[in-house]
């Protein structure tokens, strides 16, 4: 089996879905050269889980991204590109993210500012950042063909930001959540549009309702089960533009 890239960034890594990303993809069988685990504050307690698997992994690099300062992601840019030694990155996993279960009657525009800045503005910065990387991963597989292994962006969104399921969902407003994710997908949208002649995948994963601090106990799926399917999917995904869920099905914009 080959390697679903051989250079994959995931940012918000040191716990959650994150860091079952980079767990189940350095324990594959044929695991990627690099993975850049990306996270705001890897030297503080919560990136002890992080730090401990890449002792493991020599593949693991341990990198400070924080999404919502564009300082922080330029030189995390320059330091993925020192070690990829002249390649391009092949998969950038915009994953981190944040909640708020505001709804009109209790929301602030602070909240609803916050939860933009870090689940669309994060990950608009990202890409703008590790944009040439991208590139030129692209240009270095001989086939048209688009895929996760030549050069692609995923987006973890989620179907609350799904207008057309929103109608179903009105139970749980969650304004500042469900506007931020509504917006992550029509960033998908469009950078799948403008970066189709670049050879560049673009497309949203919607990972379920997973067992984390996010998704809660409550939640029916184990996160190694949803990344599983993740992984999975990117593994055979060639259409750039998808909103998909973890087991593969389309969902409604
Ligand atoms: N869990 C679910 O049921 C579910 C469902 C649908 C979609 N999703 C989506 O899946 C993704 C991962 O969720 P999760 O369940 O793994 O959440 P989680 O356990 O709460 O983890 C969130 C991750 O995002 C990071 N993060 C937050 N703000 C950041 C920032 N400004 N810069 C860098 N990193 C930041 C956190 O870092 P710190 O540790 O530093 O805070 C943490 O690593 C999110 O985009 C979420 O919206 C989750």
């Known amino acids: 089996m080959s390697p679903l890239a051989c250079s994959v960034l995931v940012t918000g890594s040191n716990r959650g879905i994150g860091l079952e990303l980079v767990r189940q993809l350095v324990e594959n069988t ?3 050269e ?5 996270c705001r504050n890897p030297d503080g307690p919560g990136g002890k889980a992080l730090h401990e698997l890449a002792q493991k ?3 693991i690099h341990v990198v400070q991204l924080e999404v919502e300062d564009q300082s922080s992601v330029k030189a995390a840019a320059s330091v993925v590109e020192s070690q990829l030694k002249g390649k391009g990155l092949n ?3 915009n994953n981190a993210g944040v909640n708020s279960f505001a709804t009109l009657e209790t929301v602030e525009q602070q909240e609803m500012l916050s939860a933009l800045n870090t689940n669309v503005v994060g990950p608009i910065l ?4 590790f ?3 991208l590139k030129r991963a692209a240009t270095e597989t001989a086939t048209d063909r688009m895929s996760c292994s030549k050069a692609a962006i995923i987006n973890i969104s989620s179907k609350l930001g799904s207008i057309e399921l929103g109608f179903e969902l009105v139970k749980l407003p969650m304004y500042p959540y469900r506007v931020s994710k509504a917006a992550l997908n029509m960033v998908t949208a469009c950078m ?14 919607n990972p379920g309702w997973v067992k984390t601090d996010m998704g ?4 029916p799926l184990t996160v190694q089960c949803s990344v599983q399917g993740i992984l999975k999917v990117l593994a055979n995904l060639s259409s750039s533009g998808a909103f998909l869920n973890w087991e593969g099905n389309s969902l409604p914009w």
């Open 216 to 219: 809660t106990e409550q939640a």
């Open 57 to 59: 992994h020599p593949n």
């Open 131 to 133: 944009l040439p990387l």
């Open 30 to 32: 044929d695991p990627p």
């Open 126 to 129: 990202v890409v703008k950042e």
């Open 192 to 205: 799948a549009e403008e970066l189709k002649k670049d050879g560049i995948l673009c497309s949203v994963i």
């Open 91 to 93: 998969l950038l996993i």
């Open 34 to 38: 690099h993975v850049f685990a990306t």
